[in-house]
């Protein structure tokens, strides 16, 4: 398949905003309601007045680009992605910096992976132009809904999915895909806190040639039991081990995952197929390099971290991905052991990594490697 990524220059965002019709709700939110919601926003439970909505049709291509009121979707039972998962997603966010403006990070990353994830699933490709348009459209429609706050920023998700009334098994004929946005507040409220891991020995996320690689609903759903039996045992999230061997650590159900030695050499799970590549991963193994640290992305075993754990050359563990942007790993737990990470606390490189990004993100650090796009 071939995505060759380009950089969306500011100059012609305005063309590619233009494509979109608003078609703007006659009953917006009133604003002491929209201020309410941003005051304190749940993760996913407020959404915004509008939605990007972009359909495709197989003899027609992509067409109807719109930013439209944003309410339910009428699907006959019989729509294809209600039996089969034929569905894809992004995660990402608007921040909004000192000055007022709204910008987003690394845009163009999702949109190839986006792209890339369609391919897997037999879904149409949506351009890096449309992706990118639908969502500034959408955030200059919506703009009174991204939150100011301290580490508050609009949660952005476009997604995908088989919209075809019919029951035969093979890619649909008819597509759709939206953007919705969600005002989302400080995922650790209170601070920042370590999560502790349960590593699955009975279930995978994703297998060689499997979906893992793609950002599926599908794989998801697999994530849900392993999640609350890592719940069950105490711990906040999940570690898949790959499924091939069940010996080398993969990620969590939607996180990728950091190791920190105490020589200083920080690892990570190398991409195998079965990993979701992160763009968060992907920055950090940037950033980690800036600071003169070795980065080293490997197979890693379970015996090695748990050995490390118990004999001290592990000096830290984190999980990072767009939610959370970086989450220190206090303890890591299975059937057969249960470690303290170091002494259970954020560690050093982890707090620190977690601070560079977030300024980047919020425009209080210079963007040195032009990750910013502006929005609005
Ligand atoms: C989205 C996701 C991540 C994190 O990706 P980011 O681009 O950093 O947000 C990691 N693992 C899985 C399974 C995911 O779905």
Same mark, same amino acid.
């Given at each position: 398949m071939t995505t060759t990524s380009h950089n969306v220059l500011p100059e012609e965002l305005e063309d590619l905003v233009a494509l979109f019709d608003v078609r703007g709700t006659d009953e917006p939110t009133p604003d002491a309601e929209r201020e309410e919601a941003l005051a304190a926003p749940r993760f996913g439970t407020v959404f915004t007045d509008h939605m990007a909505r972009v359909s495709w049709r197989q003899e027609d291509g992509w067409l109807d680009r719109r930013v439209e009121k944003y309410g339910p979707l009428q699907l006959d039972p019989a729509t294809a992605v209600l039996h089969y998962a034929q569905e894809i997603f992004e995660g990402m966010k608007a921040y909004k910096h000192a000055d007022g403006s709204v910008w987003t990070f690394r845009p163009e990353a999702n949109a190839d992976r986006f792209a890339r994830s369609a391919h897997r699933l037999a879904l149409p490709a949506l351009t890096v132009d449309d992706f990118i348009g639908s969502i500034a459209a959408l955030v200059r429609t919506?703009?009174?809904?991204?939150p100011g706050g301290e580490d508050s920023s609009l949660y952005l998700r476009p997604f995908m999915f088989? /919209?075809?009334?019919?029951?035969?098994?093979?890619?649909?004929?008819e597509v759709e895909y939206l953007c919705i946005a969600s005002p989302v507040g400080p995922y650790f409220a209170g601070g920042v806190k370590p999560v502790s891991i349960w590593v699955s020995q009975d279930y995978h996320r994703a297998g060689p040639g499997g979906t893992g690689n793609a950002k599926c609903g599908g794989n998801y759903a697999a994530s849900l039991l392993p999640q609350t039996e890592a719940q069950q045992n105490g711990c906040d999230q999940v570690c898949f081990l790959d499924? /091939?061997?069940? /010996?080398y650590l993969e990620e969590l159900g939607g996180m990728n995952i950091f190791v920190v030695m105490d020589d200083g050499t920080v690892h990570t799970p190398e991409?195998?197929? /079965?990993?979701l590549e992160g763009i968060t991963r992907k920055s950090i193994l940037q950033l980690v390099a800036d600071r003169g640290h070795e980065v080293v992305e490997r197979r890693i075993s379970l015996a090695e971290i748990e050995a490390g754990l118990a004999g001290g050359s592990v000096r830290e563990m984190f999980a990072c991905g767009t939610a959370a942007v970086v989450t220190p790993v206090g303890r890591l737990a299975s059937s057969n052991f249960d470690h303290t990470v170091a002494d259970g606390e954020p560690g050093e490189l982890t707090m620190a990594i977690r601070s560079e990004l977030t300024d980047i993100q919020y425009g209080r650090a210079r963007d040195r490697h032009g990750w910013m796009r502006r929005l609005a």
């Open positions: 919506d703009r009174a809904w991204v088989a /919209s075809e009334p019919f029951l035969g098994v093979r890619p649909a004929a499924a /091939s061997t069940n /010996s991409l195998t197929g /079965s990993i």
